[in-house]
Nanobody, 119 residues
Framework: VQLVESGGGLVQTGGSLRLSCAAA????????IGWFRQAPGKERESVSC????????YYAESVKGRFTISFDNAKNTVYLQMNSLKPEDTDVYYC?????????????WGQGTQVTVSS
């Protein structure tokens, strides 16, 4: 059981990247799946989140209008489309999946993928 991330890399300011988070060994049924990011020496912060049950989304103020989170039920994968990237978006991005307490309260983290935006 794990989350498999991909899609990070190096991009210039104003460029785009798409991160993917695939569930291996379980199904994103009634999960909240989100992306967090963390720079060295800083706390991990929430970037965006989506509910697999009703599609409700959340975005941090710093990424609203630039990032879009989506869920592909057939592929059991969550995507984070990142446009108009800025140097301050440079971080390691982690995928997270949480189930409700009544469903077991499972929490999974991906291994992290580096996003670097050059100025």
């Amino acid at each position: 059981v794990q989350l498999v991330e991909s899609g990070g890399g190096l991009v210039q300011t104003g460029g785009s990247l798409r991160l993917s988070c695939a569930a291996a060994g379980f199904i994103f049924e009634n999960y909240a799946i989100g992306w967090f990011r963390q720079a060295p020496g800083k706390e991990r912060e929430s970037v965006s989140c989506i509910s697999s049950s009703d599609g409700t989304t959340y975005y941090a103020e710093s990424v609203k209008g630039r990032f879009t989170i989506s869920f592909d039920n057939a592929k059991n994968t969550v995507y984070l489309q990142m446009n108009s990237l800025k140097p301050e978006d440079t971080d390691v991005y982690y995928c997270n999946a949480r189930s409700p307490v009544l469903d077991g309260g499972f929490v999974y983290w991906g291994q992290g993928t580096q996003v670097t935006v050059s100025s």
